[in-house]
Structure formats: structure tokens, C-alpha cells
């Protein structure tokens, strides 16, 4: 039997032979050093001060990423209590700044370290790396490298706008993230497979937190280089350009964005909108023919009948010249509904020129009651001014937050 020469050494996991020096086996990826820590990757010549970076491994366990979520609890129990702890330093430190322009070291290094957790925690959840990551926060313990370069001095007006600059950053990454999201499931499948990570998709992700770790450390007061809009290793700080495109097109940006995220509110909204109509004539509910019920977002709405003209002298305004009062009376029942309100934003009517008219007065029992209990029936009047001559061509009534917004439940009796 031929013997493997001495430098070598097997996986405890695999079996593969090894080079002394390796800390993880080049087949599977498992932890074989445990007595020698991991070497600090060094950073590219003038790239940003804040180095990430994770080992790729060659093999993955398809139990180990069924059960992943599980098996994190603990450290994400952890993680939760450090996010707490640098929370609290990172506000001692932004008085320290101010005053001394030095972030303390003491306190720099352990920021640093519970980030390095952090990271560790991150990169395991993400599928990257199948080791449990070590309770510890010592640099080399883990197939994940994160390290921050201690700044000799600090800008003191930066502290003010840091949450400002990066706000475009973290659009940037809100979009990143959601790619990266699906770059997970395709991964967790391939896995499951395969028990390998595409290395395009794994390469993608990592460089994602990368390009997050570094805000984040611009953000938390660590470094006052502008991080770069690159997820790349080796890049650059941001230029003094870079911060100007930032702190000016945040204000586009954000506009569209929330225009965007209105627009396809109102586009799905329009879709799953949902409007019960109920037809009658005029004439009938004047002379006091009730509509059916009305089922509507679990309330049963009855139009009872209507006054046209509608007397309110000696207790209301006149109307104006040309205009007149019509009172509608509806029954609302509250079935199972959890919001129920009779109050004037809930009723509209457009007359038959098409004008939309808002309530003078809601008439309910007790007087100034707004609001419908599960398993409560009201009657309630509503007045409106419609101009002489024009008769209400439609009443609508919305229980709930529909009255608040474009969309949404309603009920609609149309005249005719």
C-alpha cells in the first residue's frame, strides 16, 4: 500500500488528502485546520477600507441547507444582542467624533468584531459556507473574511449627512438584494441537486454584502471614505463626484421610485378592486322601495329610501340659490367587519351631469356616531346639495379604508 507523503493530511469528512497549510479540504469544503488560524486576505492597493470576502467551497451538504434555518436560531439570537450593543456604541462614538474627530479604538475594535459575527452568521444563512460558524468573533476562525481599517481621524461634519449620502446606496441595494433573493432559491435548489453553489451566483452574492458591509460601515460611522457603487474587491472609494451624483439625484430617484410603487398599487388595486352594484329607479326609492342587501366587505348595506327635496329649516342652512337638499336613509349592518365607519368620507353622489358631490351631514343614532361595532345595525341618513333641475344619478358607500384610497370595496346604487 502506497503511503501519501507526509505533508499531506485527510478530510475528516471526505477522506480527500490535503496540503498541511490548508485550513479547508479542496474537495468538500470542510474545516481541517482547527489549530491554525485563517490568513487575513490582502486588500488591492487604494481599495476601499473595508475588506469581505468568503472561501468557496467545492462541496456542500444537501442536509445541512434543508435544515439551515433551524440550525442559525442560536446565532441569530446572538447576532440580534450584538446589533443592540454596536447600536449603543455606535452612539457614544458619534459624540466622540464630534468632540475629538477619533472613533475610540477600544470601541472601534469591538464594532468591528461583532460585525465580523455578524458577517459569519450572514454568510452561513446564505448557503455560502456549510461550517457552523464559531461563537467567537476572532479574525481567521471562519471561511469568512471581514476586517474595517482603523481611521486615524474622523470628519466631524459628515457625522450629520452620512444617512443622507448613502440613501441612494441603499436603493441600489434594495434592488441588488432582490436579485440576490432569487439567486438564493436557484441556488438552494442547485444544491439540493447538485450539493455545489454556482460559482457565478455565489460570486454575485458575495459581492452584494460586500458592496453592504461597506455601507454600512460608512454609515455607522467607521470609515468616512464614500463607499463605492461596485461590488467588486478591489474597488475604489467614491469620488467627490460620486457623493454630489448622490446627495442630488436621491430626489429623482426616491420621486420615481414612489411614483413607481403608487402606479402599480393602483394598477393591482384596479384589478382586485371590488364594487357591488345595485340598480334601481329613482322614482322607486323616492317612494319608498328598498334595494336588496348589499353584501360588502362583510357588511350588508339596505338603501331604505330617499327625500328629494329634503326640509332642513331650522336646523340646517338653506341651500344655495338653485341648489336643494336630498336626504338618502340606508340600513348598515356590521357582520364581520373590523372597520365600519358611517362617517361623511364614506358616502359620495354624482348627480346625472356627472358632478360628484360630498355629504352636508351624516344623521345617525346616537348623533355624532362614526363608527359600527361586529354584529351592529344603523340606520343612517345622509344629506347632500344637488343643483335644481339634475337628479343623483348614483350613491356609493365604502365601509371600510376603501374611502381612503382609489381602490377598494364599495358599494354603488345606481339610478335610472
Known amino acids: 500500500m502506497i503511503q501519501p507523503p507526509p505533508e499531506e493530511r485527510f478530510c475528516h469528512n471526505c477522506g480527500a488528502p490535503n496540503a498541511p497549510d490548508f485550513n479547508f479540504c479542496l474537495r468538500c469544503g470542510a474545516r481541517i485546520n482547527f ?27 444537501r442536509v445541512s441547507t434543508l435544515v439551515r434555518l433551524l440550525l442559525a436560531v442560536p446565532q441569530l439570537l446572538v447576532v440580534y444582542a450584538l446589533g443592540t450593543v454596536v447600536g449603543i456604541i455606535t452612539f457614544i462614538a458619534w459624540f466622540a467624533i464630534l468632540f475629538t474627530r477619533r472613533y475610540p479604538k477600544g470601541l472601534f475594535e469591538l464594532v468591528v468584531s461583532f460585525n465580523r459575527w455578524t458577517a459569519n452568521v450572514h454568510a452561513y444563512m446564505a448557503l455560502l459556507r456549510d461550517e457552523y460558524p464559531p461563537f467567537s468573533s476572532d479574525p481567521g476562525r471562519y471561511a469568512v473574511t471581514y476586517d474595517v481599517d482603523y481611521p ?12 443622507f449620502l448613502v440613501l441612494l446606496h441603499q436603493i441600489a441595494l434594495y434592488f441588488l438584494g432582490f436579485f440576490a433573493f432569487l439567486a438564493e432559491i436557484i441556488a438552494y435548489v442547485a444544491i439540493l441537486i447538485t450539493g455545489r453553489f454556482p460559482r457565478s451566483l455565489f460570486n454575485y452574492i458575495v459581492g452584494v454584502m460586500r458592496w453592504y458591509y461597506r455601507v454600512t460601515a460608512y454609515s455607522s460611522l467607521l470609515r468616512d471614505e464614500f463607499p463605492p457603487f461596485s461590488r467588486r474587491a478591489d474597488a475604489r472609494p467614491g469620488s467627490g463626484r460620486a457623493i454630489a451624483v448622490s446627495a442630488v439625484m436621491i430626489f429623482p430617484v426616491g420621486i420615481a421610485l414612489i411614483a413607481a410603487f403608487v402606479g402599480v398599487a393602483l394598477l393591482v388595486g384596479s384589478f382586485t378592486a371590488s364594487t357591488e352594484r345595485v340598480s334601481i329607479r329613482y322614482a322607486d326609492i323616492l317612494a319608498g322601495d328598498s334595494t336588496a342587501p348589499a353584501d360588502i366587505d362583510g357588511n350588508l348595506v339596505v338603501l331604505l329610501s330617499a327625500e328629494d327635496p329634503y326640509n332642513l329649516s331650522g336646523v340646517f342652512r338653506q341651500p344655495k340659490a338653485g341648489y336643494r337638499f336630498v336626504q338618502f ?67 356609493t358607500y365604502a365601509p371600510g379604508l376603501a374611502a381612503f384610497i382609489p381602490f377598494g370595496e364599495k358599494v354603488r346604487f345606481e339610478f335610472r
Do not use: C
Open 152 to 163: 486615524e481621524k474622523l470628519s466631524r461634519w459628515l457625522i450629520f449627512v452620512k444617512w
Open 35 to 61: 489549530l491554525r488560524p485563517l490568513p487575513l486576505l490582502a486588500r488591492a492597493p487604494g481599495a476601499y477600507p473595508v475588506t469581505f470576502d468568503v472561501e468557496y467551497p467545492q462541496k456542500l451538504s
Open 329 to 395: 336613509q340606508l340600513e348598515i349592518t356590521n357582520v364581520d367587519s373590523t372597520f365600519t365607519s358611517v362617517n361623511k368620507q364614506h358616502f359620495g353622489l354624482k348627480d346625472m351631469q356627472g358632478r360628484d358631490q360630498d355629504p352636508l351631514l351624516v344623521q345617525a343614532r346616537p348623533l355624532g356616531r362614526v363608527q359600527l361595532e361586529r354584529g351592529e345595525t344603523e340606520r343612517v341618513g345622509v344629506v347632500f346639495e344637488v343643483r335644481d333641475g339634475v337628479n343623483p344619478s348614483e350613491l
